[in-house]
């Protein structure tokens, strides 16, 4: 089972700063098969990012994924207000598929 | 937005068994697999189960293999978790969760539903 770390745990950045967000897997993601998750309070999870760097449907320009192999990124380019969230990634490229623990991005 | 409205969550007693549905409209359900994801209260998320588009084909996670079953009626557009020998620790908030294939695997949960309450308590 590949298990993912992400880190930090907690980011607190101000409202149009840039945040990054780690996710390191334990062995490599065949295919890059990477996904990112936003989950707010009372929520379900909503698909940022899938295949390491490609945006969802309905997933704003300020979010970018990047990175390969074990170590890839969640970039967030001027957070907004409504950024603060958890999010979590995920690889989908062996099963089972895992999640990593989760940053909670907060308001500094 | 694509809607999942999930359904079937409550209290039971260790040991009791549950049945979720998780209801989908606005895709062609059979095009794709689903799956349920759980939330333990205050934690992350893990995968729990998941089925082809044509439910000839299911996974498990090894925490739930032997006492959750996952199916579904693509007449129904409806996919189900049955869940026997219920424990403590599988107390949790469910989702259902729409794949971006029809096979199971390797495919990222492009829809969510908002989830149901699971709780195991004597």
């Known amino acids: 089972e590949i298990v993912l770390t992400q880190s930090p745990d907690t980011l607190s950045v101000s409202p149009g700063e840039r945040a990054t967000l780690s996710c390191r897997a334990s062995q490599s993601v065949s295919s890059n098969f990477l996904a990112w998750y936003q989950q707010k309070p009372g929520q379900a999870p909503r698909l940022l990012i899938h295949?390491?760097?490609d945006r969802g449907t309905a997933t704003p320009d300020r979010f970018s994924g990047s990175g390969s192999g074990t170590d890839f990124t969640l970039t967030i380019n001027r957070v907004d207000p409504e950024d603060f969230a958890v999010y979590y990634c995920q690889q989908y490229g062996s099963s089972p598929r895992t999640f990593g623990q989760g940053t909670r991005l907060d308001f500094k | 937005e694509v809607p999942l409205l999930e359904s079937g969550g409550g209290l039971v007693q260790p040991g009791g068994s549950l049945r979720l549905s998780c209801a989908a409209s606005?895709?062609?359900?059979?095009?794709?697999?689903m799956t349920w994801v759980r939330q333990s209260p205050g934690k992350g998320l893990e995968w729990v189960a998941s089925i082809s588009g044509r439910g000839d084909v299911t996974e498990y996670a090894d925490s739930v293999q032997g006492r959750f079953t996952i199916s579904r009626d693509n007449s129904k557009n409806t996919v189900f978790l049955q869940m026997s020998s219920l424990r403590v620790e599988d107390t949790a908030l469910y989702f259902c969760a729409k794949d971006s294939l029809l096979y199971v695997g390797r495919a990222y949960h492009s829809r969510w539903g908002q989830g149901t309450l699971v709780a195991v308590s004597s």
């Open positions: 606005g895709f062609t359900f059979s095009s794709y697999a």
């Open positions: 295949t390491a760097s």
